[in-house]
């Protein structure tokens, strides 16, 4: 049995910033209720940057793969020429899917309804029997998505035409990113191949999940377990070495302190020690050791709206989250890494991608079914309205498991969904070891 929830009415309040307290909430109306998903749809993905793929997913021209970016279906492709292009995935004849399969490489894309063909520059190159429509016939081509911008091989599209560009959108989320890319010396890769899952759950839950620094120790015991098993030492200060950072527009991270990233996952052999290591220095010499110290700290970054990276340097996992419904949403995963990596270190990166991540790994189902016991206890949402996000609140510093990075993220939301202003919430700036910058700035345009 379903109630319908009412209309918000002005005065509706989806979020209890309280700064004298102080102390945040959030109203769990925002989860379940369809009016609410309705304008997120309009109001967030019809208005902002949205992750596409990454370009390494495209390794030669005529490269294809379809996916759904905010709803719409979408071919994500190189031309013919090797760049980038996103189409809308609808013939413009009479709307049938012009291309079904989720990846390939094809010179034309040819619609199964009436055989219309397109090229990968997205031109109608052939019509069937196209003397019936008249010489003056205007052949339509493909429709594309207002804006389509990279930024070091992570590719975003908007369906708003008046965006800000991408770099601006961004923010302070571009520094963290850097770190991630500079990983490679020749470029990091997106593998072939993905996790998918879903989870009946609201989407935002999975975005507060995916930077949570304070779930880890209670959800995560038996992946913890795991490891401490396999002979790794974790102690609790290297673990607790974090901060929670608001990057503007709405994006965040929880950030680990130098050494934190790769404390996670099995033991590597001495050998495979010794590869990690040399690779840092050679980072070191090129970046300079403040910037470094940064890379090996583990961060989770939520780029506002959907898109997760998630760097703790033994692994890299980008994450898309659907929504598809108020209490039901679809992810995408996949695993980025340093491609010149030896044989270890790769296997050590895979091991973890499935034993950390994986939808049937030692992590990742302990979180959805969190995500879903709080989905099915929304049902008393009316009785119980308000979900509380304040940690951290009053603290000169927030710390990876307080929760500044969430308050940043919905108070965009509130901005975009209800035109709900919030000021920046104030905080002493992070101590220099989180801050250390590149030594040698280099040109990063669309090269990974
Ligand atoms: S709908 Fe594609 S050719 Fe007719
Ligand atoms: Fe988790």
Redesign the pocket.
């Given at each position: 049995m379903t109630q319908t929830p009412t209309a918000p009415t002005e005065a509706f309040r989806f979020i209890d910033d309280d700064r004298e307290s102080p102390r945040f909430r959030v109203n769990r109306r925002a989860m379940v209720d369809p009016e609410v998903f309705d304008r997120e749809r309009d109001r967030i993905f019809g208005q902002v940057w949205l992750y596409v793929g990454h370009e390494t997913e495209l390794s030669k021209p005529h490269d294809f793969k379809t996916r759904d970016v905010a709803g719409r279906p979408v071919i994500f492709a190189r031309d013919k020429a090797g760049a980038i292009q996103v189409w809308i995935n609808s013939?413009?004849?009479?709307?049938?899917m012009?291309c079904r399969e989720p990846a390939g490489n094809a010179r034309f894309m040819t619609?199964?309804?009436?055989?219309?063909s397109f090229n990968t520059s997205g031109k109608l190159v052939s019509v069937p029997g196209d003397t019936s429509y008249g010489p003056g016939f205007q052949r339509p081509g493909l429709a594309s998505p207002a804006r389509l911008d990279s930024y070091r091989g992570f590719v975003f599209i908007s369906f708003n035409p008046d965006v800000e560009d991408l770099v601006d959108y961004l923010a302070e989320a571009k520094e963290f990113l850097d770190l991630v890319c500079d990983q490679s010396e020749v470029g990091m890769q997106v593998l072939e191949g993905t996790h998918e899952y879903s989870v009946k759950a609201n989407w935002k839950l999975l975005v507060e999940n995916s930077y949570d620094g304070y779930h880890a120790v209670s959800t995560h015991q038996r992946y913890f377990e795991m490891v401490t098993a396999s002979g790794v030492e974790l102690d609790a200060a290297t673990l607790g070495d974090s901060i929670g950072v608001d990057l503007g527009n709405g994006h965040g991270a929880s950030v680990g302190g130098p050494g934190t990233g790769g404390v996670f996952g099995r033991p590597l052999s001495q050998a495979g020690e010794a590869e990690k290591e040399e690779r840092f220095e050679g980072f070191r010499t090129k970046y300079g050791g403040a910037w470094v110290d940064r890379m090996t700290g583990a961060r989770n970054l939520v780029i506002f709206p959907n898109l997760v990276v998630i760097d703790l340097v033994m692994g890299v996992v980008i994450r898309k989250i659907d929504p598809i419904r108020p209490d039901y949403m679809e992810v995408t995963a996949w695993e980025m890494v340093p491609p010149e990596e030896g044989e270890e270190l790769k296997k050590q990166r895979l091991d973890n991608f499935l034993t950390f991540w994986g939808p049937g790994g030692l992590a990742s189902p302990d979180d959805v079914e969190a995500l879903e016991t709080c989905q099915r206890s929304f049902a008393a949402h009316r009785e119980l309205e308000w979900s509380d996000v304040s940690r951290g609140m009053s603290s000169p510093v927030a710390l990876g498991s307080d929760e500044l990075q969430m308050r940043t993220w919905w108070r965009r939301w509130d901005q975009l969904v209800n035109d709900r202003e919030h000021p920046v919430e104030p905080h002493e700036p992070p101590s220099a070891r989180f801050r250390g910058e590149r030594a040698e700035l280099q040109e990063q345009t669309t090269a990974g």
């Open positions: 013939c413009p004849h009479r709307g049938a012009i619609c199964f309804y009436h055989g219309w």
